[in-house]
């Protein structure tokens, strides 16, 4: 399995960015699942619904399944951070995983950057950096971390692959 980590300030278009390349890799024919850290408490569900009912009520996990999509909800009533590592071993086996957010995770990550939302790069000087994704000139100072343009999504992918040992990971085993 390959992972590779998005990381930027909001705004600088990681989503955006991940999305183009799922749809890139899905044109090769390769599988990709993503895997996206959020901040602050989010809602993937509606009010009124069974299944929001049901984790209101109380519920410690909520599974709907239907013949085409799979959600799973957990309610912790303590703040809890997922080690990533774990997060991937509940994933099916696929051949990429595309990581957003977790921009300390000991994967090896890209940073999305626009000059118009920050001066400087977040991980400048930070080890697991491989590339920088951007719009414009590079921000200098970051040693031999290239510059992809971040407005040739194809490149960025063909840049993946032809980097994929890089990216890499083997002990991952799957929980299912």
Known sequence: ????GFVGRSGSGKTTL???LLGEFALRGLRASVIKH???????????????????AG?????VASPHLLALQRETREPREYDLHDLL??????????????KHAPIPRIEVWRASVS?????????GLVALAGDG????????????????????AEWLLSHRERFEIADVPSQR
């Open 1 to 4: 399995m390959y992972v590779a």
């Open 119 to 127: 001066p400087t790069p977040l991980l400048a000087g930070d080890p």
């Open 89 to 102: 071993r509940r994933l099916d086996p696929v051949d990429w995983v595309l990581v957003e957010g977790f």
């Open 137 to 156: 000139e590079s921000p200098g100072g970051l040693g031999e971390v290239p510059m992809l343009d971040l407005r040739q999504p194809r490149a960025i």
């Open 59 to 63: 519920a410690y996990e909520v599974l």
């Open 38 to 56: 959020a901040h602050h408490g989010f809602e993937i569900d509606r009010e009124g619904k069974d299944s929001w009912r049901h984790r209101k």
């Open 18 to 20: 991940i999305e183009a």
